[in-house]
Each structure stands twice: as C-alpha cells, then as structure tokens.
C-alpha cells in the first residue's frame, strides 16, 4: 500500500482485493482481539472492513484505546463479506442483545461461509444456534455458558465457525483465518514476515 494513500480511499484500494471480512466494533472490546487479526488479514491482501455497532465510528475499548471504525453496522447490513469476525471482551455483553448482529451470523452461517469469534465472543453464535454439534474454544469466564470449551486449543475450526480463547491466542487466530481466506502458504509467509513463533517461550 502507498505511504501516500490518504484514509478515505483505504476503503476503495481494499474493494480491489479479492477476499473480504467484516469485523464488529463494540465498546469494551478486547483491542488486541481486534487489530492483531485485522493486521494480519490486511497483510494477507483481504479487504476489511471496521464497523462499529456503537451509534458513532469511535467505539472504547477495555483498555481504554480508542479504535474507530470504517462503517456503522446500518451502512454494512445487507453487504456480503467472506468472513465475519466478531473480538471479545466485557462488550460482548450487550452485543448479545443487538438483533443485527444475531441476524449477521446466522445468514452469514446459512450460506456456509466462515464466522469467527474470540474470547467471551463465541457466545454470541451460541445465542445464533451456531454452536450446536460443534466443536469450539472461548474464554474460561464464559464457561458456565459453554462447557465445552476446548482448552487446550488456541483456535478450533469446526466446519465454517472459527473460534479461539482470548487476546494471548489473538495472533494464532489471525493467522488460522488468513489461512482460511487466503491459503496455508500465505499465511506462513504473513508468520514469517512478523517472527511468529509459538514454539520459543519467553526469558
């Protein structure tokens, strides 16, 4: 991308590019859960778009990091997308009770394309039905409302849902959806080009 590309045409240059994902903005996101995936898919050449589910672009995060998104959540509805990323955090709470995101999933479902979740996040495809005879991950706190979390697994794909456990599993999950767009080689090349490496521990 050009030094020189000025902001309103980042939307324009990500309509060039030929896979898609929307990821939902919300007030009390976990902001690692948004921009670590949102990174890597952008260096993997998917076009993405932000919208915020809030009433303004600027939505407020957990850690009190102001992210603003490219879109409200009106301006997308009815728009198709490859990918529909949703992050996690204390915000995800009462995302659960706004019907566009429930109804975002479920289509985004039907017609067999990925959804992905993060952290507290996956609950809200439990309130789609999505997470039915299917395998999944999420945080523990959300535990009492899926049990059966895989905790071993950073990130588990079960058929078109993708979900993962939290903002120290948010690179992994980034990574697993570039794959799933994009292919296997150019996610590795994106694990490369940023020293992603799971196996060394820290000293």
Not at 42 to 52: D, H, L, Q
Not at 171 to 194: M, N, P, R, Y
Request: hydrophobic share 40%; glycine share 6%.
């Amino acid at each position: 991308m050009s030094p020189s590309l000025k902001c309103h045409d980042l939307y324009d240059e990500y309509q060039t590019m030929s896979k898609s994902a929307l990821f939902i903005f919300h007030d009390g996101l976990e902001e690692l859960e948004a921009v670590a995936p949102l990174d890597i898919l952008r260096r993997s050449g998917v076009r993405c778009t932000t919208a915020s589910a809030s009433a303004q672009h600027e939505v407020m995060g957990r850690n009190e990091i102001t992210l603003k998104a490219d879109r409200l959540l009106e301006e997308v509805l009815g728009h198709e997308f490859d990918l529909i990323v949703i992050p996690g955090g204390p915000g995800v709470y009462p995302l659960r009770k706004d019907a566009r995101v429930i109804e975002l999933v479920k289509n985004q479902s039907a017609v067999g394309k990925p959804v992905a979740a993060i952290c507290a996040a996956p609950t809200i495809l439990k309130d789609a039905g999505l997470l039915e005879d299917k395998a999944y991950t999420a945080h523990f706190t959300v535990a009492d409302e899926l049990p059966d979390i895989q905790s071993a697994s950073a990130v588990v794909v079960d058929g078109n849902i993708i979900t993962s456990r939290g903002a120290g599993t948010a690179v992994e999950f980034g990574l697993k959806l570039a794959e799933i767009l994009t292919g296997l080689e150019s996610s590795a090349e994106v694990a490369e080009s940023i020293h992603y490496q799971p196996e060394t521990s820290i000293r």
